[in-house]
Structures are given as structure tokens and as C-alpha cells.
T-cell receptor, first 116, second 113 residues
Framework: GAVVSQHPSWVICKSGTSVKIECRSLDFQATTMFWYRQFPKQSLMLMATSNEGSKATYEQGVEKDKFLINHASLTLSTLTVTSAHPEDSSFYIC????????????FGEGSRLTVL | QQQVKQSPQSLIVQKGGISIINCAYENTAFDYFPWYQQFPGKGPALLIA?????SEKKEGRFTISFNKSAKQFSLHIMDSQPGDSATYFCAATNTGTASKLTFGTGTRLQVTL
């Protein structure tokens, strides 16, 4: 299957700083990428849909100024957690759609964010 | 309308046994139903998926059974192995839209020796 790479796999930062997480589709072009958040022992919660060359669409309750998403190319989307606080500590996972009119999504390995 | 209900929450199966996880959905517009396997600290990996035009799909030891009239689908893992111990998520989406996946709540499977 298609490969989606996420970086970094884990990051620790101080409260008030910003952290950027990258999501790359390695062997295919992804016009649409999705960002999820997962708390321990819980399901994945969709945060936003990222479309190449346009603004991201955020799910209800997700602060767009807090979680900045940029999808500048067909193989790269980034999530920046701005002014991070301990409650932002979570497992962030991206996924990419491998083609049009397909539900098949490939997920990255996830990024564990810990805010001290 | 967007919910996908998954059960059981956790499951313990002996090696060689059959693991069965069930999901039910409400939105009749869903037309793609994947199952994902997730190991601790890793992203979900696509295991197997089905579309509503078939009632069953088998790939190796993994089988999806789909009941369109009941709006239910299930994952069967035959000859369960300790390496199958993971969390399994069912999901559903309408591929004609943004393909946003709606996930079930997950099932933690433990396969014992």
C-alpha cells in the first residue's frame, strides 16, 4: 500500500511554544489529507481536512488559530500547534487519500506531542 | 446519522480461536467500510475493506461480513494469533463526498497462548 510518513514521531516542548508536525505522502500525490487526534485508549477524532492549495476545513470545536494546517504541495501537509499547553498533549495522526472517489486512506505513524 | 457503533470494547481470545468484532452504522449514504488495525504508539493500518455491493470479503485469515439491510458489518479473524493483539477500528465513509472517515470506538483484542 501507499506510504505516509510523519515527522517527528515524538516531540516534547515547553508550554507556550509552537510545534510543527509534517505529513508526507511518499509514493503518491495526495490532494486531500486529514489530521486526527487520539487520546489514550480512545478512537481517532478528526480535526480537519486539508486540501492542497486551499484553506483547511476544521471540524466543529477545533480551534483553527490553535491548530494551523498548511497543504502547500501534493505530497506535504503540516500541522502547527501554536502556543501549546499541556492539554494539547496527544497523539496526532495524519492520513492521505490515494485517489479521487476512493475511501481508501493511508495513515502516518503518528506524532506523540508532550507539552510540559 | 454519522455514528458508527462498535462492540465489544475489549476481547480476549485463545490462540487459534475466532475473534469477532461487530459494527453498526446509521447513515445509509456510507458506501465504503474499512477496518483498521492499530498497535500501541503506531498509526492505524488498513486491514481490509468492503463495499455494500457484496456481503462478504475474505483476505487471508480476515473476513468482513456485511449486512446492508441491518446496517451492520463485522470482522472475523480466523485462527487468531498473539501477533493479532491490537486495537481494531471499524470505519465508514461516503466516497462521493470528502471521504471523511467515521470511526468506531475501537476494540482491544488480546490473543492469549
Amino acid at each position: 500500500g501507499a506510504v505516509v510518513s510523519q515527522h517527528p514521531s515524538w516531540v516534547i516542548c515547553k508550554s507556550g511554544t509552537s510545534v510543527k508536525i509534517e505529513c508526507r505522502s511518499l509514493d503518491f500525490q495526495a490532494t486531500t489529507m486529514f489530521w486526527y487526534r487520539q487520546f489514550p485508549k480512545q478512537s481517532l477524532m478528526l480535526m480537519a481536512t486539508s486540501n492542497e492549495g486551499s484553506k483547511a476545513t476544521y471540524e466543529q470545536g477545533v480551534e483553527k488559530d490553535k491548530f494551523l494546517i498548511n497543504h502547500a504541495s501534493l505530497t506535504l501537509s503540516t500541522l502547527t500547534v501554536t502556543s501549546a499547553h499541556p492539554e494539547d498533549s496527544s497523539f496526532y495522526i495524519c492520513s492521505a487519500k490515494a485517489g479521487q472517489n476512493t475511501g481508501e486512506l493511508f495513515f502516518g505513524e503518528g506524532s506523540r506531542l508532550t507539552v510540559l | 446519522q454519522q455514528q458508527v457503533k462498535q462492540s465489544p470494547q475489549s476481547l480476549i481470545v485463545q490462540k487459534g480461536g475466532i475473534s469477532i468484532i461487530n459494527c453498526a452504522y446509521e447513515n445509509t449514504a456510507f458506501d465504503y467500510f474499512p477496518w483498521y488495525q492499530q498497535f500501541p504508539g503506531k498509526g492505524p493500518a488498513l486491514l481490509i475493506a468492503i463495499r455494500p455491493d457484496v456481503s462478504e470479503k475474505k483476505e487471508g485469515r480476515f473476513t468482513i461480513s456485511f449486512n446492508k439491510s441491518a446496517k451492520q458489518f463485522s470482522l472475523h479473524i480466523m485462527d487468531s494469533q498473539p501477533g493479532d493483539s491490537a486495537t481494531y477500528f471499524c470505519a465508514a465513509t461516503n466516497t462521493g463526498t470528502a471521504s471523511k472517515l467515521t470511526f468506531g470506538t475501537g476494540t482491544r483484542l488480546q490473543v492469549t497462548l
